[in-house]
Nanobody, 116 residues
Framework: EVQLVESGGGLVQAGGSLRLSCAAS????????IGWFRQAPGQEREGVAS????????NYADSVKGRFTISRDNAKNTVYLQMNSLKPEDTAVYYC?????????WGKGTLVTVSS
């Protein structure tokens, strides 16, 4: 059974930090590009950060550049999102996504709430 399980969300004050984790199972993790997406209430899901399977190249949304860092540990089948200098506008449900050509998997998300 394919699973992507996010964890690490919670309530944090503005300026604080959180580290999200996404644990994968049921597929060949090394083959997949991994992305973090988020969806705030009443808004569309948006891409936050991604990391390739090949050389670990990363990409970030402009809104999080310099504050968020994505990384992966293929030995643990886990991807991380280190979030620093959090802002209230970062409040959202954060989802992990794994993609290999047309095959795509999603986790169920973890809620991040940043208070002002």
């Amino acid at each position: 059974e394919v699973q992507l399980v996010e964890s690490g969300g919670g309530l944090v004050q503005a300026g604080g930090s959180l580290r999200l984790s996404c644990a994968a199972s049921g597929f060949t993790f090394d083959d997949y590009d991994i992305g973090w997406f988020r969806q705030a209430p009443g808004q569309e899901r948006e891409g936050v950060a991604s990391i390739t399977n090949s050389d670990g190249s990363t990409n970030y949304a402009d809104s999080v550049k310099g504050r968020f860092t994505i990384s992966r540990d293929n030995a643990k089948n886990t991807v991380y999102l280190q979030m620093n200098s959090l802002k209230p506008e970062d409040t959202a449900v954060y989802y992990c996504n794994a993609k290999y050509f047309v095959t795509e998997y999603w986790g169920k998300g973890t809620l991040v709430t940043v208070s002002s």
